[in-house]
């Protein structure tokens, strides 16, 4: 199929990469001290119940696991001392099948603000991850990750030789997963609008030719999945390729690639008018664009230099061919380039020593870093909305016939911190919501 040759091509070039101009940091080299945060032990009034008293311990372990994920950032104490810089005091009391907790956060002795939340049933992770929220909002002022979503591809529906990779949904930390799609197909490349209420993606699929004898054509189009109404619609069907959309910070367009011409060009089209415009003319290869928060500034994969390499450009350019720019130089060839939330950085994939591994580049591709060595084949990756880590699949061979492929979660300086899935089939292109 033309996608996938249109892959190939821009993997299987002939010219060698230049060698990489710059130094790189160790894998995994942490940069920050550390803040010190001493959980307390839940102070409860009343009895609790036996279902109660399970809630409550089910909530304390998910806050503690959810902040174990920020251990780069800081030293986690649980013990019923009142020594951390941070300290953390729980107030509870029984509520229905559930408790109320009221969560007192205090540095150095000065309180900073109560949070409750009610845990039970149904509503125990949601309570229990908006709780860890507003703890970590206490200490740091910012959103933590605790309440997002990650959205993936997985073939674990496939029959046979019949394969088949449908759409998922789980929590940041790799619970409650849950099935969106079921068309018996091939999806690819999922984005999540800014607000979060629609998935776009591209869906091969079989288009009817009109010939008598019934015969069908595949194409691989571009649909978006509304998570408010469950349905599903068309944003591009043209024929041959419509792939790879990122969309806008505001949300009122995406950029994705296109073959009309006949060549992968990159275009950006206004979701409400659907019209087009061409953003890239080079006759080489374009795929797999995204933007900058604040619109300027577009990466992308090009075969300009003979095999896929990443670029940059302004994509609101008056002559966007003359301002573009390859910023990597490591590598046979590249793959997934991936601006950070704050357009700071690129994290992307990398051919190197016969596998492929994830490194991580400055806008403006100095000050590379070598994030993953001798941790399987590891690529597509995706960074979280605060910018503070990386969601990435990572291929296992297990034998000749049999390999495994989940999503990892690392931290942005490439500490890897575990599996997110397991025992769910070949997994692929995970993204964060935002």
């Known amino acids: 199929m033309k996608f996938f040759a249109l892959i190939l091509c821009l993997m299987t070039f002939s010219v060698q ?12 080299e942490a940069l920050d001290a550390k803040d010190q945060v001493t959980f307390g032990q839940p102070r409860i009034s009343g009895i609790l119940n036996a279902a109660q008293k399970k809630v409550l311990d089910e909530v304390m372990s998910l806050i503690q696991n959810d902040f174990a994920f920020y251990k780069h950032r800081f030293e986690i104490g649980t013990t019923g001392n009142t020594s951390g810089y941070f300290m953390v005091a729980f107030n509870v009391t029984g509520a229905g099948a559930g408790v109320d907790i009221t969560a007192e ?8 603000g109560k949070d409750t939340a009610s845990p039970q049933g149904t509503k125990l992770r949601d309570e229990g991850h908006k709780l860890s929220d507003a703890i970590y909002r206490r200490i740091t002022g910012k959103a933590s990750v605790f309440r997002e979503k990650i959205v993936f591809v997985s073939d674990r529906s496939t029959m046979g030789r019949d394969t088949r990779k449908e759409l998922y949904i789980m929590d940041f930390d790799g619970r409650r997963v849950e099935r ?11 984005a999540i609008s800014p607000d979060n ?7 091969i699929q079989s288009h009817a030719t009109g010939d008598r004898r019934g015969k069908e054509n595949k194409n691989i189009d571009l649909k978006v999945y509304d998570r408010e109404t469950r349905k599903f619609t068309t944003v591009s069907g043209h024929p041959g390729v419509n792939s790879g959309a990122a969309y806008s910070a505001d949300g009122k367009s995406i950029y994705f690639t296109l073959t009309t011409s006949g060549n992968a060009d990159i275009y950006e089209m206004n979701l409400a008018s659907k019209k087009l415009r061409k953003v890239t003319t080079h006759y080489a290869e374009d795929v797999d664009p995204t933007v900058t928060a ?34 990597s130089f490591v590598g046979q060839f590249n793959a997934s380039p991936r601006y950070s939330p704050d357009g700071k950085a690129i994290v992307f994939t990398s051919w190197v020593d016969n596998g492929f591994d994830l490194y991580r580049i400055d806008a403006q591709g100095n000050n590379l870093a070598r994030l993953t060595k001798d941790f399987g084949s590891n690529e597509e990756p995706w960074w979280s909305p605060d910018g503070e880590f990386i969601i990435f699949t990572s291929q296992r061979v297990l034998s000749r016939t049999k390999a495994t492929q989940d999503i990892y979660i690392m931290n942005r300086d490439g500490e890897i911190l575990g599996k997110l899935t397991q025992d769910f089939g070949r997994t692929y292109t995970p993204r964060w919501t935002n």
């Open 17 to 28: 990469a230049e060698d990489a101009p710059v130094t790189m940091l160790s894998v995994g």
């Open 105 to 112: 956060v205090s540095k150095a002795g000065k309180i900073l």
């Open 180 to 190: 969106l799609t079921f068309f018996n197909s091939t999806i690819i490349s999922p």
């Open 197 to 203: 209420r629609h998935i776009i993606f591209s869906l």
């Open 294 to 327: 604040d619109g300027n500034s577009m990466s992308f994969l090009s075969s300009r230099a003979g095999r896929a390499h990443i670029y940059i450009m302004n994509p609101n350019g008056p002559d966007n061919d003359k301002n573009v720019r390859r910023v």
